[in-house]
């Protein structure tokens, strides 16, 4: 059985490894984990910024998630951004990200001024893209890039 719950201080130390992990196994990029753990304890302890969800299977964490908010004027409310999207390698395929995705909708159905959800998925992870798409995600056309600063 899969649950979802919203994530606290307590469950920091097990993001911040998630979130490594995603990295390596997604961009091959390897995180410092100093780094990540001080950006995810930042979120939880700050909510307004947004918050993590945790995934459990028969009471082990199986995924989780993160969201972030993005104010958009030209339609008076807030995009809710899912990032930092992780299913563990035992418990992929098994409806793990379904759940967490019906618990966001959920969670911004409740919200009232939620007008949407945005994300981003690295250009060659097709299983993802397939996966978001089997959920309602259409390409918006935008092309996202960066300036570090």
Not at 4 to 17: E, I, K, P, T
Not at 42 to 59: H, M
Not at 134 to 145: A, D, I
Request: aromatic residues 12%; contains cysteine.
């Amino acid at each position: 059985m899969i649950k979802v719950r919203l994530a606290g201080s307590a469950d920091v130390a097990l993001l911040a490894q998630f979130n490594c992990q995603m990295a390596r196994e997604t961009e091959q990029k390897t995180l410092d984990l100093g780094t990540v753990t001080a950006g995810v304890a930042s979120l939880v302890a700050q909510p307004a910024y947004g918050f993590y969800i945790i995934a459990e299977r028969d009471g082990e964490p199986a995924g989780c998630l993160m969201i972030t908010y993005e104010w958009t004027d030209w339609r008076n409310g807030v995009f809710w951004w899912i990032q930092s999207v992780y299913v563990h390698e035992q418990h992929r395929r098994q409806g793990v990200f379904r759940h967490l995705h019906e618990d966001v909708r959920r969670r911004a159905k409740s919200a009232k001024n939620v007008r949407g959800f945005r994300l981003y998925v690295e250009s060659h992870n097709e299983a993802a893209q397939a996966t978001y798409r089997g959920l309602g995600f259409t390409n918006t056309g935008y092309l996202m890039l960066e300036s570090p600063l």
